[in-house]
């Protein structure tokens, strides 16, 4: 029978960390291969969730709560993230009609 520190409640700890990789790979491809900047803008939220998921099994997995004291953190940066990154976003459309990131040359001096 595994004991709590090897597994955190039932699933071990390195299915979170595979599952955290995999998530933040999706983040990863999703910021470098798309033009839209809203889809940008969801992969690095998706990249933000996954460290909070991965810091959040290490925190239980240790027995500390400094993980979660992070993950807060992130959370608080997260939110504020997402209202000036959407006022940004906003702005871009109302000067060119569009999210796409390739149409930002026209903004240039």
Known sequence: METLTNTI????????ILLCSVIFSIGVIGV???RNAIVIF????????????LLTAFSVY???A?????VFFIMAL???????GLAIIV???RNTNSV??????????
């Open 42 to 53: 969801m992969s690095v939220e998706l990249m933000l969730n996954s460290v909070n998921l």
């Open 100 to 109: 796409d990131i390739n149409v930002l040359n026209r903004l240039k001096w």
């Open 78 to 84: 997260a939110a504020a993230e997402v209202a000036v």
């Open 62 to 64: 240790r027995g500390d």
């Open 9 to 16: 409640q039932g699933v071990p700890l390195n299915h979170y």
């Open 32 to 34: 470098l291969i798309r």
């Open 91 to 93: 702005m871009i459309y």
């Open 66 to 70: 400094t993980g979660q004291v992070f």
